[in-house]
């Protein structure tokens, strides 16, 4: 009781501390714009310009607008995937992996004109594409909590599997694969199967949408249900959610399993909303991307919404840039990752009261200790 | 089938010593307590400026240099973030990834010569005649300077962490940091040394990946997961250099043995040959790792100030 009562205080900040952690956030962003443009000025362009490009093609139009929404789809739904296991401890980083399969899914049903309406194809294809992730999130969770394997290390090399499956499957697998294309890819998905978009001349589709509507509901599931408090609970302090009696390996392969169906279905949004085929490498970086979103958010769902906007804007801006000041177009993912360092540069109070909570529990009796070590490292 | 064989083992040999490279840098760092997790992008800057410095400035001395240079400022990067202000090593390494993908990318457009042109890669040391010797002949002589060296590595590797006193600090660091301030230890520089030794062998791993034989770079992520294999055998090879590089080894036959059955058996997909080293891995670590000899405070932040 003491330990869960202390972990509460240390979970909930003063409000005087939420302003410093979010200055210091606007800090780091801030230094990371800068540093990045440094970078901008020393590859040969204006930085100025290039910012200036940036905004405009984050915030333009319309149709930059709609653009912005389409890309932050993938960072929305991959972020709070993240975000759940950071609440739990875990890290689940193979989003790319579970975004692959989830689209090998979709596809299984999705290619062929089954004669179904399409309110009753696009689920189907959603439920195939989340049964294909989820029984591949279930390789970490299983390993993580019952082996004790580095859930990092091993979501990686399963997204590296996840890769090649799908390249083989739409370049040599008969049923799927468009055989002899000029580039790897799946047959184009049924009509049936393909969401609506939602504004003329744009490719704008549900996927955003349904991406904040999953927030909303991650924070209500994570405040107000026994859920949720058992996840944030192993998360802050594992001793205290084994006393309380969670089963915290069977709940380690839950956020798991969850995070990858999360996955699945945002690699299925992709295939069916924007791409209309599965393509050999339809997603790169998401991975990183979707750890960048959760962290900025500091593992909130109500901050995913938030942070995957605004890396979102930075991506579909830095698109524009890299067109109008040539600038290489992997500034996107420079400019993310700089904002991001210069954050937990900056922000080390969180860090520390976290890692108190960990040195607390390691002076606790065996059983504890096997805990910690699937734990792993905080 | 015999040639095929002596060939497989030379290209293990040849794939393993990049890994075995990193590694030297990383069982330190980890033994200090800090998970480097930034190798996989140290790796990708070190076979950047490897082959940059190879083709620009024509002296394969100077790219090491400057690849020792870039590493030590990388590592240095992830010590500041992760000892001094104690972020979390997960997200500060996946967060230099990121960078350093982003950046060797972009560098790497920019040099629109190495594209085409291969840079030097590094020289064999036993005379051309030597290559020809029945199986050990190319499986060793025939070997760049750099296998050999990083088959010599993990023995310095050892016995700097057991028989010297730096490495008896580095170990008591990472097992008790208060323990070894108490006793007079700087445990922050500790952990900055280690922490720059393993940016320097990433980034020089990287070197040896991309000058080893290829003489190129390719853009979007060349390492492809190398960084991570090495961490899985650091856990397997439970922190001892020797062991560890057993396993790079090992992890280097397996991205070996799928080129060499590439070639000769079609009825397997080559895709699925791709994924062999990324599978090994995740059995090794299932089915190798002994909890026993995890470094007590690995991955955990050190606060001086803590009591």
Redesign the interface.
Known sequence: MNASGKSKTIRLPLLGDMAVSFGRTLLGILMGLVASGI?IAI?GANPFTAYGALLRGALGSRYAISNVLVRASPLLLGGIGVALGIKSGL?N?GMEGYMYLGAIGASVVGVFDLGLPSFIHIPLCFLFAMAFAAVWGA?PGY?KAY????E???T???S??AI??T??VV??FPPIAEIGAFYPMSKKFADSALLPILMRGSSLHAGPFIGVLLCLIFYFILNYTPFGYQTKLLGSNPHAAHYAGVDARKQMVKIMVLGAIIGGFSGAIEVMGLNRRVYMDFV??VG??S??VA?LAGGNPIGVIASALFFAALKAGGATMSIETGV?S?????I???C??FV??V??AD??R???I??NSKDDESESKELE?AK??? | MFSIIVDWLQAALRWAAPLIVVSFGEVFAERSGVINMGIEGIMLFGALVGVAASYYLDSLLLAVLLTILVGAVLGLAVAYLTVSRRANQVVTGLMINMVSLGATDMIFAMMSETRQNRATTFPTIFPASMHDIPVIGPLFFSQPVSTWIAFILPFIAAYILYKTRWGLNVRAVGDNPKASATAGLSVIGIKYQTVILSGIFACLGGCVLSLAEVGYFSAGGMAAGRGFIVMAACVVGGWDPVRTALICLIFGAADSAQLRIQTVSSTIPYQFLQMLPYVVTIVALTIMVKHSLVPKTWGAAYDPKDV
Request: aromatic share 8%.
């Open positions: 970078l590859s890290w980083i390789i390993l082996r004790g394997v580095n990092v290390t091993c990686i090399m399963l590296y599997v090649y499956l390249n083989w370049s040599a790169t970086n990183y991307e750890v960048a962290l290489s992997s500034m996107n993912s420079i993310i990752a700089l991001m360092l937990i540069g922000g080390v860090g520390r976290q890692q108190k960990v040195d070590t792993g490292e905080v």
